[in-house]
């Protein structure tokens, strides 16, 4: 079985910084792509960024020149850099791997259980 996890969230004032992680662990498999989504109560959930196994990245507006995505291809880990955080930033962020299983054949989506971002005004 393949598990994602994120960490990294918490409280931050704005203007300041946070860094988030999240690991796809297990055997048998390899990464698409991965990335964050967030949703903030009442709102969708909506693309924040991906980074593809090809290194081709993708943001949403508000999160260009603020955030950045990278990977670790040896850890199956991608981190979200934030800075310059907004209070409009306050939501919950989730990891999302696109994965390859080898011995389905398949591709699978699988999410991470989400992480709490607050920024304060």
């Known amino acids: 079985q393949v598990q994602v996890v994120e960490s990294g969230g918490g409280l931050v004032q704005a203007g300041g910084s946070l860094r988030l992680s999240c690991a796809a662990s297990?055997?048998?498999?390899?990464?698409?792509?991965m990335g964050w989504h967030r949703q903030a109560p009442g709102n969708q959930r909506e693309l924040v960024a991906l980074?593809?196994?090809?290194?081709?990245?993708n943001y949403a507006d508000s999160a260009k020149g603020r955030f950045t995505i990278s990977r670790d291809n040896a850890k199956n880990t991608v981190y979200l850099q934030m800075n310059s955080l907004k209070p409009e930033d306050t939501a919950v962020y989730y990891c999302?791997?696109?994965?390859?299983?080898?011995?389905?054949?398949?591709?699978?989506?699988?999410w991470g259980q989400g992480t709490q971002v607050t920024v304060s005004s």
């Open positions: 297990g055997s048998g498999f390899s990464i698409n792509a």
């Open positions: 999302n791997a696109d994965i390859r299983s080898i011995s389905m054949r398949a591709n699978f989506r699988y």
């Open positions: 980074i593809t196994s090809t290194d081709s990245t």
